[in-house]
């Protein structure tokens, strides 16, 4: 499942109640944590510039897209700072050539700290109530 489709659901979703037992369900979700954490710790920073970068968008009719579950390490090295500014770009365009378009929206919204942008329903509140350990 992508979690582009994690979100949709908890944006269908009528209540609190129902989002936190949609996020609650995909709790164990590395990648999900790592998004969360790179929206909402404002003391982290990748250093990439704000915006979306110029990329190839993943053709849409391939059945073999890398999800972000695959990718998180990579995401979580987009905050370190030992690692070049050329570096992680070039590591933020590679994983947005391979991804699912729609994630590589969602993932550009999170890099510039925009999420609720395309998911109000989503927020900081809510995130802390499913993940109370999670540095956000």
């Not at 998180?72 to 590679?94: A, C, G, V, W």
């Amino acid at each position: 499942m992508l979690i582009s489709e994690i979100f949709n659901q908890v944006e269908q979703a009528k209540n609190d109640k129902e989002r936190f037992a949609i996020l609650s369900k995909h709790s164990g979700n590395r990648a999900l944590m790592t998004l969360f954490h790179m929206q909402y710790n404002e003391s982290i920073s990748s250093g990439l510039p704000v915006g979306a970068p110029k990329y190839k968008e993943c053709d849409g009719e391939k059945d073999n897209f890398r999800n972000l579950t695959a990718v998180h390490t990579t995401l979580q090295n987009l905050y370190n700072p030992k690692i070049s500014s050329l570096k992680k770009e070039r590591m933020f365009f590679d994983i947005l050539e391979t991804i699912h378009p729609t994630e590589a929206k969602m993932l550009i919204e999170v890099k510039d700290r925009n999420l609720h942008t395309i998911y109000k329903s989503i927020s900081k509140k809510l995130v802390k109530k499913v993940w109370p350990t999670l540095k956000i």
